[in-house]
């Protein structure tokens, strides 16, 4: 548990604060499914990890969906009758209907009010609102700003174009020892939202950052994507090659006060399921465990049956249970360090059981092998030695070739560190051999005597770490 592990020696809160800062760079642009604002987002994003853009044309069918024109907001704004702008783009980019055609026209209040959006329930706070797939123009506002407007003339403008261009993207392509990849998906199409958009996007970047560089198992592949039209494209253009994904998250809404939720992959019992149902037991706060449906972020695209891949969501607070959701309370304050940095200590230890879960084989499988002998064993210690023992005893026992490691700690009850821990100590002992990636079968070849013997020869001359 090598990442994790890292992450414990650091500064938690200071790894908050620069996280929560990079969300704070980010928070005042406006975002959309197509545009300057992804654009200008993806190029921070890239100041800090190797990431490809891509620019799909408006036109482009993907699957049953097509890349719709591309938005382009340069203001916008309601004057009264004595010319005093009452609602301005420039103060909250919320202020605008998402994806609004242009408009220019003085009007009543009446012929006005169809094109105003606001939330009866929490007067104060300005919806989200878009209207993507279906051309229209309007404002959101707080409910008890509407509540002011008299009768009279109003002046509206949107400043905006909605033309043939691109959809854009980012990926960031992390090579491991394997092709076969894990996915980290994350959207970067919400404007000034803070947990629904940027918690996800500032922890998966981090994450990156993390990873990047090091020798990996795995292949790693961060996506920066629109939601829902872009995970579509993306699909869609990699159709072939998203066979390669064995593990894939979803990371949204992970920076606001509330314990974690994961919702599973269609699978149900993916590797990935097992991976994050452990490491939140084991490692996180308090956590809560959803079965998959067929609605909610982009797994609902990676998860059609056509893909069916191992993707799950992780999240704190659910999207659409917490009030401040796709409203200005979603704010730089509805998003605290010190959750941020938690959400990216658990993204470190879903990686590292990732990383480690191996099938192992027992080389001396008949009755004990005798651990006293090779100093693996000791009656008294304490806790912290027992439970060495118990976890040693446990990897060999259940290294049959069949048993991972995380079938192990869960069937053990031990947190995966003490399994991984104890099979790398048996397997530099000689009592382990690691069966190699892509086999499945437990007789595979490598368990006829000749191989065992070679698998017994230490890997390296590192010596069995002492227990003392
Ligand atoms: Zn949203």
């Not at 005893?393 to 259940?398: E, H």
Request: charged residues 20%; contains cysteine; aromatic residues 10%.
């Amino acid at each position: 548990m090598h990442f994790l592990k890292e992450f414990d020696r650091k500064d938690s809160m200071q790894i908050g604060r620069q996280l929560h800062g990079f969300a704070a760079e980010l928070y005042p642009i406006c975002r959309s499914i197509t545009g300057d604002g992804i654009r200008r987002t993806l190029a921070m994003i890239q100041d800090r990890i190797p990431l490809q853009i891509s620019e799909v044309p408006t036109g482009t069918p993907v699957f049953d969906w097509t890349v719709p024109k591309e938005w382009k907001i340069r203001g916008a704004y309601i004057k009264d009758a004595h010319g005093k702008h009452i609602v301005d783009f420039h103060q909250s980019n919320l202020h605008v209907l998402n994806y609004s055609t242009p408009v220019h026209a003085t009007m009543s209040l009446r012929e006005l009010k169809p094109h105003l959006y606001t939330l009866p329930g929490h007067p104060d706070w300005i919806p989200y609102r878009t209207s993507y797939y279906q051309e229209n123009w309007g404002f959101c506002l707080s409910h008890k700003q509407m509540l002011t407007l008299e009768d009279g003339d109003y002046e509206v403008c949107i400043d905006s174009s909605l033309e043939d261009g691109h959809l854009t993207y980012g990926e960031c392509y992390l090579p491991g020892g394997s092709t076969d990849e894990v996915l980290i998906s994350c959207h970067v199409c919400h404007p000034s939202l803070a947990n629904d958009n940027l918690s996800g996007l500032t922890v998966a970047t981090a994450l990156a950052e993390l990873l990047s560089g090091r020798d990996l198992r795995y292949s790693y592949r961060f996506l920066f994507i629109p939601g829902t039209i872009g995970a579509i494209a993306w699909l869609a253009q990699n159709r072939e090659s998203a066979g390669r994904i064995r593990h894939g998250l979803v990371l949204t809404c992970i920076g606001d006060a509330g314990g974690f939720h994961y919702k599973k992959s269609r699978r149900g019992n993916a590797e990935i399921d097992q991976a994050v149902v452990h490491v939140l037991r084991h490692y996180g706060e308090s956590s809560e465990i959803l079965e998959f449906s067929p609605y909610g972020y982009d797994e609902r695209q990676y998860c059609s049956p056509g893909f069916n891949l191992p993707v799950g969501c992780l999240m704190r607070s659910v999207w659409g249970t917490f009030p401040e959701y796709h409203t200005s309370a979603d704010n730089l304050e509805f998003i605290q360090p010190s959750q941020l940095a938690g959400s990216l200590r658990v993204g470190a230890a879903v990686v590292d059981v990732l990383e480690e879960n191996r099938r192992y084989r027992n080389l001396s499988p008949y009755c004990e092998p005798q651990l006293g002998k090779r100093g693996l064993y000791r009656a008294t210690g304490g806790e912290a030695i027992e439970m060495e023992i118990n976890a040693r005893l446990w990897v060999l026992n259940l290294s049959d070739g069949e048993h991972s490691l995380l079938d192990i700690a869960e069937r053990s009850g031990l947190p995966f560190t003490a399994i991984s821990d104890a099979a790398e100590l048996l397997r530099q002992s000689g009592l382990l051999a690691a069966i190699p990636d892509g086999t499945t079968d437990p007789t595979w070849e490598g368990g006829s005597q000749a191989n065992l013997e070679k698998a017994r020869q230490p890997k390296c001359n590192q010596g069995v770490a002492a227990l003392d």
